[in-house]
């Protein structure tokens, strides 16, 4: 057991060492300029073993979102209201400045978000991320048509607002003049979703 974990480690440890170096050296000479063999070269690892561990140039990016892919549903898993436990964790998110919700300053988080979103294939590939991660919610809600629609809602509202609060960092304005729109915003979006929900229900 003790074996396992120290591997399951080392392997986690492995990839985000690589995808860090990636990440740097993409922020520093653009996406498209930097090869996979480049990013080997710097990792201190073959070109074959960097593919084992991410199967596209983009994965070395979104590795550092990976995990929150599956967030929505394993939180709403059991829940009695979905959209209470999902305002209740974009809110938390809010106050500790966790970069998913947009709300954060920080001029490594700042490039990271532009990269993302000034590449044409990152951009691509975040929509499928995206919409495995509304699959995931809307089978943890139900598998129907109408956890398909409530799914959907939800993952548009959290990524709508993330947006927007990024939007207005990455202007000039300080988090701490964000942070009150964007927790309103935040209950007013999720409060009307709920709403709509309910009275679909």
Not at 120 to 149: I, N
Not at 180 to 190: G, H, I, Q
Request: no cysteine.
């Amino acid at each position: 057991m003790g074996e396992m974990g120290l591997r399951e480690r080392k392997r986690r440890r492995m990839y985000e060492d690589v995808s860090d170096i990636a990440v740097r050296l993409f922020l520093a000479k653009g996406f498209e300029a930097v090869s996979v063999a480049e990013v080997a070269a710097a990792a201190g690892i073959s070109k074959p073993t960097l593919f084992r561990y991410f199967p596209a140039k983009e994965d070395l990016v979104l590795h550092r979102i990976a995990d929150h892919e599956t967030e929505a549903a394993r939180l709403v898993a059991g829940a009695g209201s979905p959209v209470g436990v999902l305002r209740a964790h974009f809110l938390d998110g809010l106050g500790r400045n966790d970069p998913i919700t947009g709300l954060n300053d920080h001029p490594q988080v700042l490039a990271f978000h532009t990269l993302l979103n000034s590449t044409p294939t990152l951009v691509a590939r975040q929509h499928a991320y995206l919409e495995r991660s509304e699959a995931a919610l809307a089978e943890a809600l139900g598998g129907t048509l109408d956890a398909r629609l409530a799914a959907g809602q939800l993952i548009a509202v959290q990524r709508i607002l993330a947006q927007d609060n990024w939007r207005r960092i990455a202007a000039g304005e300080r988090v701490e003049d964000v942070r009150e729109d964007a927790v309103r915003a935040a209950e007013r979006a999720f409060g009307r979703l709920e709403r709509s929900l309910a009275d679909r229900g």
